[in-house]
């Protein structure tokens, strides 16, 4: 290996000092599909351990339901493993065009486009439709991927406080000289669980003649009423222009994501996004269960009902308990710490009561707002619900944040 010695230690002390500031990033290894509950090996090399899972962005249960893994066999016997291929040369099937329908109608949108991942969809989508010309206009704490997409585009780029209205409202007021200006806003922030403001949103930015993008990905199969989105829970649908989602959390919790718009910026997509033009399309598998999925949040809305009604219960639960969250309806429940060491020594000492949660600290979270972020699923039991909420409150006391 001709990596230089220099480099090597370089890196090797800044992975010391990750360990020495308890900032070290860990992985667990399951040993079992994913469920309400499963078997983890941590750390490594150690026996195998059974635990209530409120990690897994598997709101609706459907990682390993039955009817999903039927239809992903189905998809693998019927199309094959994957298409060795792009999607404009040879690797668009009729699956792919079928679940494009089916998604930008679940939406309530023009037409789809399908790529390997959100995090794909959103660096893809920036660069594609604005230029020097323009101005993208983003809520502070949006998700990575977005910012990683904002930064590929020559746009003009500017920050929003996040959820403040008025800020941007100033900053659609500075950048009126622009040809296209685009708000940009997660629906759901994926760390506080918190909702984007999207009617207020809509209303600035059609004063204003601007555009709005939306990341569904932590809403797309549960948040409103028929579990379409923050835009149908907000009762914007058709005022939001440009929807990104993923198919990797609620529906299936597998991979794959997609950027559903009109018509015309759908087309423009397709012939000028990168990672839609240079990357494989989704595999046949995923795209057979996906579709299946779809099928099931049509057909009924009983595993959204239950995912909500299941974060109501521990959100009250655990605010009775004395713990600190900040009040919200979405399944992500954010147990505010403060301190990286304290949220490490929660987590694992949750593990040993059979709970499996993860810390969460700088940089993914703002210094000295450190947080163990609970994730509940219509898989989860009641019983799931107390065992946890019974065990944050045993090690709660005996670390002394909770009296």
């Known amino acids: 290996m001709a990596l230089h010695i220099k480099v090597k230690e370089f890196y090797r002390q800044e992975l010391v000092e990750l360990q020495n500031a308890d900032l070290f990033k860990e992985e667990r290894y399951i040993h079992t599909p994913q469920t309400a509950s499963i078997k983890v090996e941590y750390p490594p090399d150690s026996p195998q351990k059974e635990v209530v899972n409120f990690c897994a ?49 679940f939406l309530g949108m023009e037409d789809a486009i399908l790529y390997s991942s959100c995090f794909d969809a959103n660096l893809g989508v920036f660069e594609a439709l604005l230029g020097e010309e323009d101005a993208l206009i983003s809520d502070e704490l949006n998700h990575a991927s977005i910012i990683d997409g904002i930064r590929l585009c020559k746009a003009e780029r500017r920050r929003f406080k996040h959820m403040d209205m008025h800020d941007l409202e100033n900053h659609l007021k500075q950048t009126m000289n622009k040809r296209f ?33 939306v990341d569904e990905s932590h809403a797309s199969g549960f948040v409103g009423p028929t579990g379409r989105g923050t835009h149908e829970h907000y009762d914007v649908m058709g005022r939001v222009d440009i929807i990104t989602t993923t198919f990797g959390k609620a529906l299936g919790g597998a991979s794959g994501g997609c950027i559903a718009s009109s018509q015309e910026i759908i087309n423009i997509l397709r012939q000028r996004s990168r990672p839609y033009l240079f990357s494989n399309t989704i595999s046949p598998s995923v795209v057979a269960a996906t579709i299946k999925a779809i099928e099931m949040m049509q ?105």
Do not use: W
């Open 181 to 213: 200006r685009m708000i940009v806003t997660d629906g759901v922030f994926s760390m506080d669980g918190d909702l984007a403001p999207l009617e207020q949103i809509c209303n600035l930015a059609e004063e204003y003649e601007a555009m709005v993008l």
């Open 299 to 403: 057909g009924s809305t009983a595993l959204r009902d239950k995912v909500m009604s299941n974060a109501l219960y521990f959100r009250q639960k655990m605010t009775e308990a004395g713990f600190a969250i900040r009040e919200g309806i979405h399944p992500i429940v954010p147990i505010i710490l403060h301190e990286a060491e304290i949220v490490q020594q929660m987590s694992r000492m949750l593990y040993d009561e059979g709970i499996y949660v993860v810390g969460f600290f700088y940089p993914v979270v703002p210094r000295g707002r450190a947080r163990i972020r609970v994730q509940i699923s219509a898989a989860h039991e009641r019983e799931h619900l107390d065992k946890a909420i019974e065990a944050f409150t045993k090690v709660g006391k005996k670390l002394g944040v909770l009296k």
């Open 57 to 105: 962005n598997n709101y609706l249960g459907l990682s390993s339901h039955p009817a999903i893994v039927a239809a992903a066999k189905q998809g693998l016997e019927e199309r094959g493993f994957g298409l060795s291929s792009v999607r404009f040369i040879c690797g668009t099937q009729d699956k792919h065009k079928e679940l494009e329908r089916k998604i930008s109608k």
